[in-house]
């Protein structure tokens, strides 16, 4: 009796062929080979993003540290060449990448914008970036959810393409048995997002709702017969986005991310107390309690309700100023607008974690228990209103 020869345990009769047995370990080796590569890839990065941390964790001003940050998130080219040249990441495209997918405080949409730049140095930023994501044994459509959570993409359709470029070589490179080539991965993507828009946004559908029989047609259309994807592989990718609609990220404040943080004590807070708030629409006074931190001004009816905030401003686009005149109240100051008309405010929707809605406040009054308790607040508002503090520094 001779063992099959196959990887498994089942004892056959008959004798196997000495060609089959060599090309098994041929494929076994080449299986090997492919597992030592990815090994080698991941302790690279892991490698990359310690010395990243490394390097946040020995950078003891963390004002200087924000105030790159803000540059990045108002001109990103700018803030990443105000970084390297104050040392806080080696002038490198595979620590710029690690920057860019691991700190926090920063837009996603000035990300979005930088990765995707034409130049050479931002296309090989680019190309690490994609390389931070494991996508291994993962379906395309859950591979992409993931990519483009992390950053906005951009309006224009040039760098949507080296972008999405960028995905498509990065999926295929992990998954090389699943479709015929990065091409198709990089066809498919922008099908699913279409799809994804005909789908969900009533508003974009000109053409009408584009059925399974419809994006079947629209693919055999772009990949040729022979590279065409199994038709159980395109069900599962139309179910998908049907059944779950592709979500992209803004960049205003996770709501439930934040009030997690906050409730677990994972939270730096810069100044905390009692204020006075006057309300929006109707000018009335109350009393509430007042947190500065992740560069937010979060507002509470009691200091007990850390998971149950009333009201979170976030702390970018705005100013500070003290107010001398109003006849209702002393020591008062106000938020106001530094681009726009309102001060961007919101609210969370009873009864739904983490959703919220908008404020419509064109400017944001309060009025503090003395002169010096107004200072140390408009102090504090201004340290806040740099960026948020990442928990890594708080220490």
């Not at 405080?105 to 390389?131: F, M, N, Q, T």
């Not at 090389?176 to 066809?187: L, M, R, S, T």
């Not at 726009?340 to 609210?347: D, L």
Request: glycine residues 6%; neutral net charge; hydrophobic residues 35%.
């Amino acid at each position: 009796m001779t063992l099959n020869g196959f990887g498994n345990e089942t004892v056959v009769g008959s004798y196997i062929p000495i060609d089959a047995i060599r090309r098994r370990k041929e494929q076994l080796k080449r299986e090997i080979q492919e597992i030592r590569e990815k090994v080698a890839q991941c302790e690279v990065e892991m490698s990359i993003i310690q010395s990243h941390n490394n390097i946040n964790r020995q950078h003891g001003n963390i004002k200087q540290l924000l105030i790159g940050k803000r540059q990045f998130n108002e001109n990103p080219k700018e803030g990443i060449r105000w970084l390297v040249e104050n040392n806080f990441f080696p002038n490198t495209p595979e620590h710029m990448a690690a920057f860019l997918f691991n700190e926090t405080g920063l837009s996603k949409r000035a990300i979005g914008d930088y990765l995707g730049e034409k130049d050479d140095s931002h296309v090989e930023v680019l190309k690490h970036y994609a390389h931070m994501f494991d996508f291994f044994s993962t379906d395309i459509v859950e591979a992409l959810r993931r990519y483009l959570y992390t950053f906005l993409l951009p309006g224009e359709a040039q760098k949507i393409d080296r972008i999405m470029e960028a995905f498509a070589q990065r999926y295929y490179e992990c998954n090389p048995d699943i479709y015929a080539n990065a091409e198709v991965c990089f066809i498919l993507s922008f099908a699913i997002i279409m799809l994804n828009t005909s789908l969900h946004n009533k508003s974009a559908r000109l053409g009408g709702l584009l059925t399974y029989e419809k994006f079947v047609n629209s693919l055999n259309e772009a990949i040729s017969r022979q590279n065409m994807p199994d038709s159980n592989l395109i069900k599962n990718i139309y179910d998908s986005i049907k059944n779950n609609e592709l979500k992209f990220p803004d960049d205003d404040i996770d709501l439930s991310d934040v009030s997690a943080r906050m409730k677990e004590g994972d939270s730096t807070i810069i100044k905390e107390g009692w204020l006075w708030k006057q309300g929006g629409r109707v000018r009335q006074w109350k009393r509430r309690w007042f947190v500065i931190t992740d560069g937010c001004l979060f507002y509470y009816e009691s200091r007990t309700e850390v998971d149950n905030p009333r009201g979170i401003i976030p702390l970018v686009d705005v100013g500070v100023r003290e107010i001398d005149d109003d006849r209702t109240k002393q020591f008062c100051f106000e938020l106001f607008p530094l681009a726009g008309e309102k001060v961007k405010t919101t609210k969370p929707t009873s009864g739904e974690t983490g959703k919220a809605t908008e404020g419509h406040h064109t400017v944001y009054r309060m009025s503090a228990s003395s002169e010096d308790e107004r200072k140390d607040w408009i102090r504090a508002l201004r340290i806040g209103s740099q960026n948020a503090l990442p928990k890594q520094r708080s220490s």
